[in-house]
C-alpha cells in the first residue's frame, strides 16, 4: 500500500479556501486518491477520489499533480462545521488511515 | 448516498462479559465489510475484512478468538468483543463497499457507519 504524508494540523479563516496536501510519492499506476474527513466522535465521511484527472464535486475539489506523487484537497469556502480530521488514503482495494490533517476552521 | 448503521452507538458493559455490535448496509448489499477501531486522538485501525460466507481476514496482532465477526447475509456484519475487559474499550467503527442490489452494480465505493463507544468497566 503507498503510505502518505500529511501535515498534522492546519487553520483556515472562515469564508476562505482551505487547501490540504497530501504526499503519496510511491503510488502506483492502479491506485486511487482518497479523501475522507471525521468530524469528532463519527464515522469517516467520503469527500471525494481520483486516479489522474482533477475532480470536483458538491464538496471539494481534488487537485492530483501530473506525476501523481501529490494532491491537494480544496474546501472552496470553509465553514466552521468543516472543522474535522482530514485523511488521504492511497489504496487500490481496502482503506488504511494514516494520521491524517487536523482542520481548524477560525470564525 | 449509501448508508452504513451501527448498532448500538454506544454500549457501557462490565468486564468479562461479551458485547455484540452489528453493522448493516441500508441500501445496498456488501460481500465485503470492514471493522477499524480507533483510540481517542488517534487514526482507525484496520482489525479485520468481513467476507460474507467465508471467515474473516485478521490483521497482524488482532486476536480473533477475542473479536469474532460474523458475516452471514449481504448487508449484515457482526462484531462481538468476548470477555471484555477495559483495555477494550474503544470507538468501533465498520465500513462496506457497495457492489450494488440485484440487477444494479453499485458504486464500488466504501462507505463508513457512525461507530459504536464501547466503554468497558
Known amino acids: ?107 | 448516498g449509501a448508508v452504513v448503521s451501527q448498532h448500538p452507538s454506544r454500549v457501557i458493559c462490565k468486564s468479562g462479559t461479551s458485547v455484540k455490535i452489528e453493522c448493516r448496509s441500508l441500501d445496498f448489499q456488501a460481500t465485503t465489510m470492514f471493522w477499524y477501531r480507533q483510540f481517542p486522538k488517534k487514526s482507525l485501525m484496520l482489525m479485520a475484512t468481513s467476507n460474507e460466507g467465508s471467515k474473516a481476514t485478521y490483521e497482524q496482532g488482532v486476536e480473533k478468538d477475542k473479536f469474532l465477526i460474523n458475516h452471514a447475509s449481504l448487508t449484515l456484519s457482526t462484531l462481538t468483543v468476548t470477555s471484555a475487559h477495559p483495555e477494550d474499550s474503544s470507538f468501533y467503527i465498520c465500513s462496506a463497499r457497495d457492489v450494488g442490489l440485484a440487477g444494479g452494480p453499485g458504486t464500488g465505493e466504501l462507505f463508513f457507519g457512525e461507530g459504536s463507544r464501547l466503554t468497558v468497566l
Open chain 1, 1 to 107: 500500500d503507498a503510505k502518505t504524508t500529511q501535515p498534522p494540523s492546519m487553520d483556515c479563516a472562515e469564508g476562505r479556501a482551505a487547501n490540504l496536501p497530501c504526499n503519496h510519492s510511491t503510488i502506483s499506476g492502479n491506485e486511487y486518491v482518497y479523501w475522507y474527513r471525521q468530524i469528532h466522535s463519527q464515522g469517516p465521511q467520503y469527500i471525494i477520489h481520483g486516479l489522474k484527472n482533477n475532480e470536483t464535486n458538491e464538496m471539494a475539489s481534488l487537485i492530483i499533480t501530473e506525476d501523481r506523487k501529490s494532491s491537494t484537497l480544496i474546501l472552496p469556502h470553509a465553514t466552521l462545521r468543516d472543522t474535522a480530521v482530514y485523511y488521504c488514503i492511497v489504496k487500490a482495494n481496502n482503506l488504511f488511515f494514516g494520521t491524517g490533517t487536523r482542520l481548524t476552521v477560525i470564525p
